[in-house]
């Protein structure tokens, strides 16, 4: 029995970096006495990997910032994973974040030749898009921790704390080197619709601005919004980087199944009309949705032990998903028909006759 396990647990749940990896420093030395040398090592590189951040260095930042009022966070602490999931992106969108990423590497080398940079990015798009995993992609490339503050949930609280929960936020990031990601960006725009007063929101808005010229001289920001028209002139203006996050092509979409199965057992590329069918289907459809389609249908295979994921389940997955569940039979079986599947597998997979799959396509003429 391991008691340090317990101990970990505690240090995560207490968000104690230090417990975490000084117990996981002590269980790695265990392991590896009881013969257990991979599983140690794989302990001890993971620790190695994070030391640049190390766990001193980290306590500038372990305790954040709250709400006055509602006593809640209003930021989230990250840290830079050893390998972030891999993300299907366009040629453009990658060259721009390997820019970014290369400026944020090199800003010492920069500023000591007397280069000013700005290390700001707009990243604006669909929900489901990718702005988050973007963020979290950076923060992985320049191993450094994600500071996420939600404008929204910020700004939902009273006008006037959202000024004093603002400069806390940028005060708190200043602390060490980080990314600070400001997601739900356009929160600051729509609540011109609320119930503020607007000269008030308006100060709430420059002093935004203000932090943010400060900051982004010196750090890094990110912000993301799925409401680009909400934002004006004087907000773009501040990145020096932005990035639309459009919905992925045919041949990301093809990628995109490839990376969200895995090494799952299907049947979806056997056949080449099939999966371009398939592909085809999925145009207009995010990362998000796309992983959520095929997650459910992978779901299915293993809660009904199935052999492999097959074409027509994740035909009808798709049906559902774009159907949110509600429709009828009828229906599906004309999807289905209409997607090449024949008669008798129709019936079989809607565990209906035959005769029944005829009725409804009859009735279709
Ligand atoms: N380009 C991509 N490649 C691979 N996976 C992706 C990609 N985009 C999104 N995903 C997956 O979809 C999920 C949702 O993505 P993410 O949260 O990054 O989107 P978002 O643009 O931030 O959405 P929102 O506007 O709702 O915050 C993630 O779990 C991620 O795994
Ligand atoms: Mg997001």
Known sequence: ???????????????????????ARLLAEKLAIDGEEKMSKVILNLLDKKKSLGTVNLDELATTPMDQESRMNIVDLILPEAESEQIVLDKITENKISDF????????ALIKAGIKTNNSLLLYGVPGGGKTSIAKLISQKTQLPL????????????LGNTSKNIRKIFDYADRKPCILFLDEFDAIAKARD???????LKRVINSLLQNIDAFSENNILIAATNHPELLDKAIWRRFNT????????????SSLINVFLKEFKNDLFEDK?????????????????IKSILNNAMTHVIIHNKKE????????????????????NEKLVEYLNINGIAQANIAEKLNVSIRQVRNVLSKEI
């Open 309 to 328: 994921l097959v074409y027509e389940d994740l035909l009808i997955e798709l049906f559902e998903f774009e159907n949110h569940g509600s429709t009828s």
């Open 242 to 253: 932005v990035i639309e996050i459009g919905k992925p092509s045919e041949e990301e979409i």
């Open 194 to 200: 609320d119930q503020y007063e607007l000269g008030e």
């Open 273 to 289: 009309k099939r999966s371009e069918k398939l592909v085809k289907l999925m145009v207009g459809k995010t990362p998000a949705d």
């Open 147 to 158: 500071v996420t503050a939600r404008l929204d949930a910020i700004v939902s609280s009273l």
């Open 1 to 23: 029995m391991y008691t340090e396990l317990i101990k970990i647990v505690e240090g995560g749940l207490e968000k104690d970096i230090k417990k975490v990896s000084s117990f």
């Open 101 to 108: 990423v290369n400026s944020v590497n090199h800003k010492k």
